[in-house]
C-alpha cells in the first residue's frame, strides 16, 4: 500500500468560533449527562451526584475516606445544592466549608464508555478517569488510588461497578502510561483509547479536554496548533487538560487491537464483531485512517448537536455499514445490524410500554425502519435467549465464517506491514490457534456451538438411536420422543461414530440437563442400556462440572496442547463376561486379572472410549476396539505428553466400566496400567530409552519411546519376546515389567536387578539343563539352554567367554580412539524359583571359576570378503578349520575333530570360548555401537550350527 504524505495545513484561528465550539461541546457534554442521570437508579444517582465531592474534599462523613493529608481538591468545582443534600442523605451533620486551594490534585473527572449512549443499560459499569496533576508524587498517588478503592467498594455495595483509573495527561501524551485494566493493553492501545475518551468520555466536574478546540482540519498537526492557542492566550492552561492527538495509528497497535478483539470474540462474538469490522474499515484507510472520533468532532464543528446521530455507537454501526455496503458484503452487513441490535437490548417486537418511551428505543425503532426489518424478524431476534440448536448451529455458522474473514484481513494486513517490527508474527500464530481448537472440524472433536448466542439449548425428552448395519455403525440424536421405524423425516440434532462423543456433545453444549432431561435409547435390543448412558452421563457431570470450559490460556496456546482432563470409558455396550457366562467358564482358575482372566486368559478390556479435555479448550474423543485397543489407547494418550518436552508428567486417567458385573475391577486394572507405565517412562533417569513389557491374554507387547513418545511392538510368543529381548540397544535400555506380566517367569526379578555398566549372568537348573540368561551392559537379555553337568564347567566356560569379548571390545574402542569400554563388573547369580513362589536370585562367589583347569579353546574368527562373502576360522587348541579350505563342510569337520580329542567320546555340547568377527558381521558400523549382545548372539548361532552337525556324526 502506497503512502501519500498529508499536506500540513496553514493555521489559521478564530477566538469567537472558539468559543462557540466550546459551548457547542459543553451543551452535549450536559444532555448526555442528563441521559445518563435519567437512565439510573435513585441510589445510583446519589453516588453521581455525590462523585465530585468525594475527590474535591477530605470528610470522613464521607465514603472513601483515607485520611486528612489524602490528595484532594478538584480544579473549577463548587458543589451544587443537590450535591450537598446528597451529602446530608448519608450524614445529617455533614457541613461543607468552602477552603482556598493553592493547589488542585484532581484535574478533572471523565466518565468513559457506553455511559449517556444508546449502548448504556442498567448493567453497565462505569469507568471514570481521574485527571491528576503530573507533579504528584508516588505517596499521594498510592494514596489517591487506595481513596479510589474505597469509592469503588462503596459502589459496589450500592450494586454499582465502578473502575477507576487515575490518568496523567503528561505521561500519557509521552506514552508513559499504566496498564488500564485486564481489558485493554495498557500503551499498546493508546491511539484507540485516546479515540474512545474523545468520543464517548463525559466531563463530570474540572478541566475540559484541549482536543475540543482543535479544528478537524488541523489535527495533523495538532501540537502547533495546541502550542499557539497557549501562546496567543485563546485558551488559560488551567481550563484544559490535554491527553494529545490523534495522529496516526502505529500498525503494531492496530493489528494488537483486532487481534485482542478476535480473541475475545471467539467467546463472546456479539460482543466483538462489530469492533472486529469496525477495524477491518479502518485497514482500508490505513495509514490514514479516519477515526470515530475525528468524524465525531466534524460533525460537532459542522452546528450538529442532535444527541441521537453524535451517539459514539450509533455511529460505529454507521461507519461499519458503509464499509460493508462498500464492499457488496450484504450477508456481514445483517450480522453487523444484528450484533448491534443485541448490544442495545431493546425488544422492539414487544408493544410499547405507557408513559414515556425511551429515547433509545425511538432510535432503534428508526434504524429497525431503515433496516426493513419485520416484525416476524424482530420478534425471532428477540427470542434469542430461547433459541434451540437448530437456530443456533445457523447463526454459529455465519459467526465462524465472519471471524474467519477477519482474520484472514487481518493476516493480509499484517503481511503488508513487513517492514514494522512491532507486529509480531507469533501473536497471529497465538490467535490461529485460538480459531482452530474453538471452531475447525475434526474425527471425534466436540464442536461447543453456543458461543453466547442462546441462554438455553436444554431438551427435557431426546432420542438415541443405535445404527448397527453393515457399512453404517454409529449414533443418531433426536430431539423429543422418536421411535425406531418414526425417523423417516426427522431432522437429526447429531451423528456420532461413538457414544461418548454423542453424550459429551450433549453434555458440554448443555443439550441435556442431569436430572431433568429423558434420553431413551433406541432400538429395544441396542447393546448399551440405559443405567450404562445415565452412569457416563453422571461421570462427564463429575469430571467437566456443568460442561463449563474456561478461557485458554495465552501460555497455554504458545505450547503444544496438553491433556488437562480426562475420561476412560471400557466396554461401553460390550459384557466380556457373557461369552463366559455361556459356556460356564467365568472362572475356571485362580487368575483374577481382567486382562488375562481365567483358564484360558481371557481379555476382558474389549473397547475403549477416551474422552479428553486440552489445555486449548478442546474437547475431544476418542474410540478404540480390536485386538491392540489398549495399547493403542495408552500410547495415543501418552504421546500428549513427550517424554522429552520436560514438564509435569501425564495426569492420571479417570476410568469406568459399567457394562458387566467386574465393570470395577476392569477399570481398576486398566487405570493401574496407565499408572504404571506413566510412572516407569516419567519418573526416573535413563526413560528416555526404557522398555515396558505388558501382556494381554496370550501376547506380549513391548513398549519404547520413538521420537520421545512410547510406542509398542506386538509379540505372539514368549520366544519371539525373548528374541526382541536381545536386541541391542542404543543406550542402557532398563526393563519394567507389569506386575501381571511373565510372573511364572524369573524374568521380573532379572531385570528389577539390572544395572548399567554391568555385565550380569543369571541361569536356572531345569533338570539335565540349565536356562542360561545374560544381561548386558545396556540391558540387552541373552538366552540360552544348555545341557547342565554342575555349576564350576557351565560358568567358567562363559567367564572365559565374557572375559575374552571386554577384552576385544575395550581394544576396539581405544582403537577408534573413544575411551575405554566399561564394564564395572561381572555379577553371577543362581536363580530358585519354585511353584507358586517368588524367584529368588542367589549371587555366585567367583572365586572357585578361577581355578586352573584344562579346558578345549574353541575360537571363531570371521569376516566379510569383497564380495560380500563371509568367512570364518576356527582354531580348535591351535588347530586350523577355515571355510576357504572346507566350504559348507566346515562346522561338520570341526564337531568331527572335536570328538575325536574326547576320551570319553561322548557327543556332549560344544561351547566356544572365544569370538572375533568384523563389525558388518555383527550389524553394526561403529565401535562405539558394539555391546556384549553382538557376540552373544553369534556365540549361540555358531555354537547351534557346530552342536546340529556334531549330532549328526
Known sequence: MAVVEQMKPRIEMDGVQLRHVQRRFMVINQDRLKRVYAGLRDRHRLFLDLLPLLFHIN???????????????????????????????????????????????????????????????????????????????????????????????????????????????????????????????????????????????????????????????????YDDYVSQLLHKRFVNPKEVVDFGGLGEMPAGEFFGATLWQLYKAVSSPYKSVLKILLMEAYSDEYPHIRMLSHRFKEAVYGGETNLDGLDPYVQMCRRVEEYLLENGELERLELARRCFYFKINEKMSRPDRRGNISWRREVMRELVQEWGWSDGHLHLLDTRPQWKIQQVLEERQILVDALRQSYQALSEFARGQDDDHTIDPAELNLLGRRLYAAFERKAGKVDLVNPGISDDLSEDR?????????????????????????????????????????????????????????????????????????????????????????????????????????????????????????????????????????????????????????????????????????????????????????????????????????????????????????????????????????????????????????????????????????????????????PSTLSDTPLPALFQANKPGRLQLFYQVDGPNAHVYVLDEKGSLFHQEVAFHDALTLLTQFQRFLNKIQERMNFLVQEAGKGEFNVAAIDYYQIHHRHGAEPRLEQQNISPFKQSRSYFGVQVIGDVMDNNRSVFTMYCNEQEFSTLEYGERLFEEVARYILSKRASGQAYPIYITDIDLARNLLGVDTAQELQTIHFLNYKKRIEQRLNDALAKL
Open 462 to 738: 431426546l432420542s438415541l438411536h443405535q445404527l448397527n448395519h453393515p457399512g453404517q455403525s454409529g449414533w443418531v440424536l433426536y430431539r423429543g420422543l422418536v421411535r425406531s421405524g418414526e425417523t423417516g423425516g426427522q431432522r437429526p440434532l447429531k451423528r456420532g461414530h461413538s457414544l461418548v462423543e454423542i453424550l459429551a456433545w450433549c453434555h458440554f453444549n448443555h443439550i441435556t440437563q442431569s436430572s431433568l432431561s429423558m434420553i431413551s435409547l433406541h432400538p429395544e435390543d441396542c447393546t448399551v442400556s440405559s443405567w450404562e448412558q445415565r452412569s457416563v452421563m453422571d461421570c462427564l457431570e463429575d469430571i467437566f462440572p456443568r460442561g463449563r470450559l474456561a478461557e485458554p490460556d495465552l501460555d497455554a496456546l504458545a505450547e503444544p496442547a496438553r491433556v488437562a482432563r480426562n475420561a476412560l470409558f471400557i466396554n461401553l455396550g460390550v459384557d466380556p463376561m457373557a461369552k463366559l457366562t455361556r459356556e460356564g467358564m467365568q472362572l475356571v482358575s485362580s487368575r483374577t486379572d481382567a486382562l488375562s482372566y481365567g483358564g484360558r486368559w481371557e481379555n476382558l478390556a474389549i473397547n475403549f472410549e477416551l474422552i479428553i479435555q486440552t489445555s486449548w479448550q478442546e474437547i475431544l474423543t476418542f474410540h478404540y476396539s480390536g485386538d491392540h485397543a489398549l495399547l493403542d489407547c495408552l500410547c495415543d494418550y501418552l504421546a500428549w505428553t513427550p517424554i522429552d518436552a520436560g514438564g509435569p508428567p501425564p495426569m492420571g486417567v479417570n476410568t469406568f466400566s459399567f457394562s458387566s458385573t467386574r465393570g470395577a475391577p476392569i477399570a481398576n486394572r486398566i487405570r493401574d496400567v496407565f499408572d504404571q507405565v506413566t510412572a516407569w517412562f516419567y519418573r526416573g533417569a535413563e526413560r528416555g530409552n526404557a522398555r515396558y513389557l505388558l501382556q494381554v491374554s496370550h501376547d506380549y507387547y513391548l513398549l519404547q519411546p520413538e521420537n520421545g513418545v512410547p510406542r509398542y511392538r506386538h509379540f505372539k510368543t514368549y520366544a519371539a519376546l525373548l528374541q526382541e529381548l536381545a536386541a541391542p540397544q542404543e543406550r542402557f535400555s532398563p526393563l519394567g515389567i507389569d
Open 59 to 221: 470528610h470522613p462523613m464521607l465514603p472513601g475516606y483515607l485520611s486528612s493529608k489524602a490528595p484532594a481538591g478538584l480544579s473549577d468545582y463548587k458543589p451544587n445544592k443537590r450535591t450537598l443534600d446528597a451529602a446530608r442523605k448519608l450524614s445529617k451533620s455533614f457541613t461543607y466549608q468552602q477552603r482556598s486551594v493553592r493547589e488542585h490534585d484532581v484535574l478533572a473527572l471523565y466518565m468513559m464508555g457506553s455511559s449517556g449512549t444508546i449502548a448504556y443499560s442498567r448493567k453497565s459499569d462505569f469507568d471514570i478517569w481521574v485527571c491528576i496533576r503530573h507533579d504528584m508524587d508516588r505517596d499521594a498517588r498510592e494514596m489517591l488510588a487506595q481513596k479510589a478503592a474505597n469509592i469503588e467498594s462503596w459502589a459496589a455495595s450500592m450494586s454499582l461497578e465502578v473502575h477507576f483509573f487515575l490518568m496523567d495527561d503528561v505521561a500519557f501524551r509521552a506514552g508513559e502510561m499504566d496498564s488500564l485494566s485486564s481489558e485493554s493493553s495498557g500503551s499498546a492501545q493508546h491511539h484507540l483509547l485516546l479515540d474512545e475518551f474523545y468520543r464517548t468520555g463525559l466531563l463530570i466536574a474540572g478541566r475540559y479536554p484541549i482536543w475540543w478546540l482543535v479544528p478537524p482540519q488541523y489535527e495533523v498537526v
